[in-house]
């Protein structure tokens, strides 16, 4: 019996697909009855292959934690709220920080014999002058750092909290995660941007990864015997130049033709933020956002490669290719 938190979402309910696909039974944490449009319906339902059985309640519902977490082996923790708008802070360090306390204390309570944990490379941490990252960076107070990035530190804290207390886990820090979804929320924003033909393109360089690479991923470290280590899960990293271009070409679409500047930014953000006031629509770019599309790093992925024989990352042109028709069908 495998415990998924955040099924619903994008990353987890690749995870629960290529579960029930290998034939595990799932347990799955759910906050709305709506399932995810970009997985198969039958997936979700009893069948040969395995079963999804739904649980409802959230990780802050200790009540529902402690029933979904009954005769469970193993947990695979996805669930957290990824955000830049100022107005979701307080409920995003709620989910990410403690509603990741609350699932480490009760499968510790539960003795589950295995968790995952699925992190981020902003756990890492930015530094203005960017650079290489790998497994090894240590945190630093940054100006560059989201908030974000910041609730998922500390929520990788109370994991290495769990980890110290018997807990034998294993950290996941995925960069970007590209593929089919729904393209309102998300990373995916990204293909819905390129596709309304947003004409401007930041200098930045940031590492990207196959949704379902990162779902191959986890399943397989949860098979493993691997525990106290934390991986970056990252396919390759490129210029954002480099990816709008992809997408774009993959959608038959204009290229992006205008470059920002730090000023441009700046100027674009608080347009975006007077916007929102008057129009209650979520802005396109926050302050937070914008450091994100400027900053210049490079993740390594050489320590997941050998910790998992025959594993390996999709390259980012099939990636985007695959996830570029599948919106297109969308569309009619």
Same mark, same amino acid.
């Given at each position: 019996m495998v415990l998924v938190t955040g099924g619903t979402g994008f990353l987890g309910s690749y995870i629960i697909?290529?579960?029930?696909?290998? !034939?595990?039974?799932?347990?799955a944490i759910r906050r709305s009855s709506k399932l995810p449009f970009w997985i198969a319906k039958e997936v979700f339902t009893h069948s040969s292959a395995g079963s999804v059985e739904w649980v409802d309640g959230d990780v802050l519902?200790?009540?529902?934690?402690?029933?979904?977490?009954?005769?469970?082996?193993t947990v695979i923790h996805s669930a957290a709220i990824v955000s830049f708008v100022k107005k979701d802070r307080k409920e995003m360090y709620q989910v990410n920080v403690e509603g990741t306390a609350n699932v480490v204390n009760m499968a510790l309570e539960k003795k589950v014999r295995r968790f995952?944990?699925?992190?981020?490379?902003?756990?890492?941490?930015?530094?203005?002058?960017?650079?290489?990252?790998?497994?090894?960076?240590?945190?630093?107070?940054?100006?560059?750092?989201?908030?974000?990035?910041?609730?998922?530190?500390?929520?990788?804290?109370?994991?290495?909290?769990g980890i110290s207390e018997g807990l034998e886990a294993v950290i996941l820090?995925?960069?970007?995660?590209? !593929?089919? !979804?729904?393209?309102?929320? %998300? %990373?995916?924003a990204i293909f819905k941007n390129v596709y309304e033909e947003f004409k401007w393109f930041s200098p930045g360089i940031n590492g990207f990864v196959d949704v379902e690479d990162v779902a191959k991923a986890v399943v397989m470290m949860m098979e493993s015997n691997i525990s106290e280590e934390r991986f970056i899960v990252n396919g390759d990293t490129w210029?954002?130049?480099?990816?709008?271009?992809?997408?774009?070409?993959?959608?038959?679409?204009?290229?992006p033709h205008k470059a920002t500047t730090p000023f441009l930014m700046a100027l674009a953000w608080r347009i975006e933020k007077l916007k929102s006031l008057f129009t209650g629509k979520r802005p396109l770019l926050t302050k937070e956002s914008a450091k994100v599309a400027q900053s210049q790093t490079w993740f390594e992925n050489e320590k997941i490669r050998t910790a998992l024989p025959g594993f390996s990352f999709t390259p980012l042109e099939e990636v985007i290719k695959k996830a570029c028709e599948k919106y297109k069908s969308q569309q009619g």
């Open positions: 697909q290529l579960l029930v696909e290998k !034939g595990y039974t799932v347990r519902d200790v009540v529902a934690l402690e029933e979904a977490m009954e005769g469970v082996d995952i944990y699925i992190s981020s490379v902003a756990a890492l941490g930015r530094t203005a002058n960017g650079g290489q990252v790998n497994e090894e960076k240590k945190w630093e107070e940054s100006k560059v750092n989201t908030h974000y990035a910041k609730s998922k530190f500390k929520a990788e804290l109370q994991v290495w909290r820090n995925p960069s970007t995660i590209l !593929g089919y !979804g729904d393209w309102h929320s %998300s %990373s995916c210029p954002f130049k480099k990816l709008q271009d992809t997408i774009a070409d993959g959608f038959g679409k204009k290229r």
